[in-house]
């Protein structure tokens, strides 16, 4: 049977995903500001590497993002996070037309 986790637990998460997200903002911020601009000035005059690094700052900012998330709205709402329980089925019963399988 599942035991409600406690406060002190969730704040400790919360504590820790915020310490997270704030060091990796910081890090990502300080790469970015160091190399990045001196990056974008030397290699965006080729065409694909420009789309590459176009691809690889929305990475980044998905990540943080996702970081972020996780930081604001607790780790257990993540849909990483979602276990599904082996005997219920997750597919509505009017998709699988009433069987049984």
Same mark, same amino acid.
């Given at each position: 049977?599942?035991? @409600?986790?406690?406060?002190?637990?969730?704040?400790?998460?919360?504590?820790?995903?915020?310490? *997270?997200?704030?060091?990796?903002?910081?890090?990502?911020?300080?790469?970015?500001?160091?190399?990045?601009? /001196?990056?974008?000035?030397?290699?965006?005059? *080729?065409?694909?590497?420009?789309?590459?690094?176009?691809?690889?700052?929305?990475?980044?900012?998905?990540?943080?993002?996702?970081?972020?998330?996780?930081?604001?709205?607790?780790?257990?709402?993540?849909?990483?996070?979602?276990?599904?329980? @082996?005997?219920?089925?997750?597919?509505?019963?009017?998709?699988?037309?009433?069987?049984? /399988?």
């Amino acid at each position: 049977m599942l035991t @409600p986790r406690s406060r002190e637990v969730h704040v400790e998460e919360q504590a820790k995903w915020f310490s *997270i997200a704030v060091s990796v903002t910081i890090f990502d911020a300080v790469v970015i500001l160091h190399s990045g601009v /001196v990056i974008w000035q030397v290699w965006s005059g *080729i065409l694909w590497i420009r789309g590459a690094l176009l691809l690889l700052v929305c990475i980044v900012a998905i990540s943080l993002a996702d970081i972020w998330a996780h930081a604001c709205c607790g780790p257990r709402r993540s849909m990483r996070d979602r276990r599904v329980e @082996p005997g219920i089925s997750t597919v509505p019963r009017d998709l699988t037309g009433g069987s049984d /399988v």
